[in-house]
């Protein structure tokens, strides 16, 4: 028996036998071209092909995994119509005389590599769809199809190096028991799909897959990361025991996910979603969101060549709002945190240069004073956009009250120009800012009388606080938010907002972490928000405390002096 320690990316235990995925090989070799007129014609060809077979797929996954998985292959087939993409292949066929096929994988590779070298999890996780894309255009370039890899017969745990959109939709889902990759972190297209289809699966799995016992059965636990392979009689017991618990326990979840959150002593506390897209927003309805308590807008502003224009943000907003409010049926709060972009985010429009030290750079709100006119507009169009509606909008990355100030008087000159256009404005918006910078939480005294929320960013957060470079795997095992200094600073912050009678969220990551329910309702939290799929798990645990009984399991736990005591004593409170 061996026990492989990855990431989890999906909770649950699937056994079985273990398939290692092989995908089609394609050999990209470099050749001079000498008609590159015709050549730049077979490239149009192959992306014409390439988009029908995205047309195919984003069918075929609508109908068998809903509309999430759906989006991706739109959103395919969005960038193969990217001028940037098809500009750089054209550059390289017309003005260099090589191959479609290797301008095209050389012109995947770099947007993919600008990608990763993003600050944020989620733009690196990207990375794939466009090697994904890449790999399509290089396919139908060498007559290739893609479809030819082996697939399983009988249900499995998949184990591959990586996979892709496109890989994963092409399994039978009646043959998946879990996945398991030796690349891609918790925010990989991997985990995501597992998530979205309640699959157990694990990333980041150190695995040489030539010396794997294929067909043998192995255990693959999404919530530990861990892969055992030759498991023995009692490991395969304890692992099938769990694996009934678990499945128990899902289900109830799932079929209580709709009703609100309320504690034992009868306080309801308000549990939403963070979303990038509208996609995401109609899935957070199914998972049992009561809301958005955070939009990111960076999709908005990436993968283009210009702003877009109010016009354009005001169409992407009300999307969001019909979404979660279901066509006017509903009115459901919706936080949106304007431009949270900088540093090493590569959008050649807002002017950025190299920094040395990127995260702690020009970034987000920093931009006001130089750009203030893309705040402005965001605000404008957020106005326009929210009438009607219950919105609330917040700024990232403030680090003092000069920033809050200057912000909400952008806010006030948008509503007054709209005013005076004759334009229709969104009353009783709310104000906020994220509360993810230390100086912030130590200032919230301040800050908390000159704004509606505080939304605690406990990713960033917990970056600043600790010195931990949030995207660096060698560091990554000391940036926990359950370090008692990450503690302190949100009970600061919780204090701080209370005294005013403001309400406070956290939308970092730890809103969704069980371990964390008991000690954030005893510190008073007023919104829990995260990804869609922890909802159902994060309302059940908020229903089985009582506030007193988590006040003194808070005030206990910020006794504690590390990281490593009070995650095991939260991780005792909940039960394991
Ligand atoms: C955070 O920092 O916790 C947060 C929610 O924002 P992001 O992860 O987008 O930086
Ligand atoms: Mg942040």
Redesign the pocket.
Known sequence: MQTIQGLPASPGIAIGPLWVYRPVLLNVTARAVADVAAEWERVQTAVSTAQSQLAALYDRALAEVGAEEAAIFEAHQLFLEDPALLEMIQAAVEGEGINGEMAAYQAAESYAEMLEAMD???FQARATDIRDVGRRLVACLLGVSLDSAAMPTQPVVIVAEDLTPSDTVGFDKEKVLGLCTVRGGPTSHTAILARSLGLPAAVSVPLRLNHLPEGEVVVLNGRSGTLTLNPDPDALAEAQAEQQSWLALRSAELAEAQAPAVTTDGHQVEVVA?VGSVADAEMALTYGAEGVG?F?T?FLFLDRETLPSEAEQIAGYQGVFAAIDEGGRAKRPLVV?TL?IGGDKEVPYLGFHDEQNPFLGWRAIRMMDERPDVLLTQFRALLQAGVGHDLRIMV?MVSNLDEVRRAKGLLDEARQQLVAEGKPVAESVQFGI?V?VPSAAILAHHIAAEVDFF?????????YTLAVD?TNERVAKLASPFHPAVLHLIKMTIDAAHVQGKWVGV????AGEPAAVPLLLGLGLDEFSMAATAIPTIKRLIRQFSRPQCRDIADHALRLPTTELVAAYLQGQIGG
Request: hydrophobic share 20%; proline share 4%; net charge negative.
């Open positions: 944020d999890e989620y963070n955070l990111r960076e945190r949270d990232p994220m993810e939304s605690i960013g406990t990713n960033d957060l917990t970056q949030r939308c970092g990551e730890f």
